[in-house]
């Protein structure tokens, strides 16, 4: 997804500029700043905007991280940005070099781009297209899926909130409460310690499936029982081969259209439940 600077408009993005500016200075900033002023410098008639630099950099840098680092090679005048409206969607924040002024059609290609991606049709698509593709995998090695859009579970009802969980997946006598992200994005903090806190309640090992996820979002999980199954490349709907190749390559973020979720994906979640019985 853009960068929505109305956190309302993308409750699963993990944080919002007020949040960046709260959380206490990271010392990986700074390191941060270095890479993407090189990755700018060798850019220098680059556009790009602020969730896609997030995922180019989350190998080295956690999202928030490289957005804080953004916001202050923006104050500090080493890079340009703007925000724009991306309609019926929010805003998408752009980031240049600032010698490099004639980048406005550069930026409004990626924003026709970004608009199709983001439609609330092919988002729901998204979504509802994960799980089938785990709904299909997880079986293959034994676990198969008991309920769906979970909020009791063995006598027990979760009440607090209005969330529910995408699965109940079962195997050896062990449940799991299972949440799928198709996302670009990290599940947000406070969904995922509402998944957390639903799974104890209802006595479920929590089980996050999602494209991505910071180390400390996998130590809660871990902490509580649970595993965080990561698959790295978003998935697009059957039929979109070519679509995910254009954003693939367009905007160098990881997309992809498989006919299946790749074995070692699910075979590292297989040797980490027979490692830890219930």
Avoid at 34 to 51: C, L, T, W
Wanted: neutral net charge; hydrophobic residues 40%.
């Amino acid at each position: 997804m853009p960068y929505i600077e109305d956190p309302s408009e993308e409750p699963e993005r993990e944080f919002d500029e007020e949040e960046v500016e709260a959380r206490p200075r990271d010392p990986m900033i700074d390191v941060a700043k270095s890479a993407i002023a090189a990755f700018f410098e060798a850019r220098r008639d680059g556009v790009f905007y602020g969730s896609q630099l997030e995922v180019i950099f989350e190998q080295q840098f956690f999202h928030w991280i490289t957005i804080r680092a953004l916001k202050e090679l923006t104050d500090e005048g080493t890079l340009a940005s703007e925000l724009r409206i991306l309609p019926d969607v929010g805003t998408i924040r752009f980031f240049r070099p600032k010698a490099h002024r004639y980048w406005r059609r550069q930026a409004a290609e990626l924003m026709g781009l970004v608009q199709q991606f983001s439609a609330p049709a092919f988002t729901r698509a998204l979504g509802e297209h994960g799980e089938t593709m785990f709904d299909a995998a997880l079986p293959t090695v034994g676990f198969l899926p008991t309920a769906r859009k979970v909020r009791s579970y063995g006598g027990k009802s979760w009440s607090e909130t209005g969330h529910d969980l995408d699965r109940v997946f079962e195997r050896d006598g062990v449940a799991y409460g299972a949440e799928i992200k198709n996302t670009l994005s990290y599940i947000s903090r406070d969904e995922l310690r509402i998944k957390l806190g639903m799974c104890a309640h209802l006595g479920l090992r929590p089980l996050f499936i999602v494209r991505t996820a910071p180390k400390s979002y996998i130590e809660l999980t871990r902490q509580q029982g649970g595993f965080t199954m990561v698959f790295r490349y978003q998935l697009y709907p059957f039929g979109q081969h070519e679509f995910a190749r254009r954003v693939r390559e367009t905007l160098t973020i990881p997309v992809d259209c498989p006919s299946r979720i790749a074995d070692g994906t699910v075979q590292r979640f297989l040797k980490w439940h027979l490692s830890h019985p219930g």
